[in-house]
């Protein structure tokens, strides 16, 4: 199983950046998949998050209206969109996969990857 997350950069205040995240070895279509994000010295926190059926997606109050999340099942991968990103939104990003079946929940995580927004 993999999760491999690649788009993350340096990119000044009130631009833009979308990561990617690929998936192999589970059936990704059947998945949960979510972006986490990690700033120094602060807890992991809930970005984004979209169902694997319906597509339904929800997002941390803090990058509504700036951010979108969405996921081509076909190749296996999830996007995070950021725009008008700010200084605050600097931060490892996480992917995040999961789904529950027979009362056995399945996580998966990948490596992450940097965002830094100057000001």
């Known amino acids: 199983v993999q999760l491999v997350e690649s788009g993350g950069g340096l990119v000044q205040s009130g631009g833009s950046l979308r990561l990617s995240c690929v998936a192999s070895?589970?059936?990704?279509?059947?998945?949960?998949m979510s972006w986490y994000r990690q700033a120094p010295g602060k807890e992991r926190e809930l970005v984004a998050g979209i169902s694997g059926g319906y597509s339904s997606t929800n997002y941390a109050d803090s990058v509504k209206g700036r951010f979108t999340i969405s996921r081509d099942n076909a190749k296996n991968t999830v996007y995070l969109q950021m725009n008008n990103l700010k200084p605050e939104d600097t931060a490892v990003y996480y992917c995040k996969g999961w789904n529950v079946v027979g009362g056995i929940r399945r996580i998966y995580w990948g490596q992450g990857t940097q965002v830094s927004v100057s000001s």
């Open positions: 070895g589970f059936t990704f279509s059947s998945y949960n």
